[in-house]
C-alpha cells in the first residue's frame, strides 16, 4: 500500500507565508502526477494545486491562482505548496494526494487520485 504524508502545516497570519510538504512512497518514484486539495469546516474538500509527474505541468484552482506555487522534488520524491499572501480563507486541512495512473496527467477532480495523506492543517488567523 502506498503511502503518502504531508506535513508543514500550522498557524500563519493573514498576509503571510507558509510551505507544506508531502512525501510519497510510490514506485516506480515520479511517476505519478501529485495533487493538494483542502477542506475548510462545513465545506466539501476542494481542489487546490496539481503537478504532473514531470513537473512541468502545473493546475490552479482560481481562488489560489498568484499566491500558491506547487513544486516537486524528484530526487527527494517530494511535493511542495508554497502559500503566499494567505486569507482566513484558506484555513482547511490540507492533503495531498497522488494520482490514479501512472504517467497520467494532472487532474482537479479527486477521483483520478488514488493515495491520500492523512491532512496537516493551515490557520490564517485575521
Known amino acids: 500500500q502506498a503511502q503518502v504524508a504531508e506535513s508543514g502545516g500550522g498557524l500563519v497570519q493573514t498576509g503571510g507565508s507558509l510551505r507544506i510538504s508531502c512525501t510519497t512512497s510510490?514506485?516506480?518514484?515520479?511517476?505519478?502526477?501529485m495533487a493538494w486539495f483542502r477542506q475548510a469546516p462545513g465545506k466539501e474538500r476542494e481542489f487546490v494545486a496539481a503537478i504532473s509527474f514531470t513537473g512541468t505541468q502545473t493546475l490552479y484552482s482560481d481562488s489560489v491562482k498568484g499566491r500558491f506555487t506547487i513544486s516537486r522534488d524528484g530526487a527527494k520524491n517530494m511535493g511542495y505548496l508554497q502559500m503566499n499572501s494567505l486569507k482566513p480563507d484558506d484555513t482547511a486541512v490540507y492533503y495531498c494526494a497522488s494520482g490514479r495512473t501512472a504517467l497520467g496527467p494532472p487532474r482537479t477532480t479527486a477521483d483520478e487520485y488514488a493515495f491520500w495523506g492523512q491532512g496537516t492543517q493551515v490557520t490564517v488567523s485575521s
Open positions: 510510490r514506485r516506480p518514484r515520479n511517476a505519478y502526477a
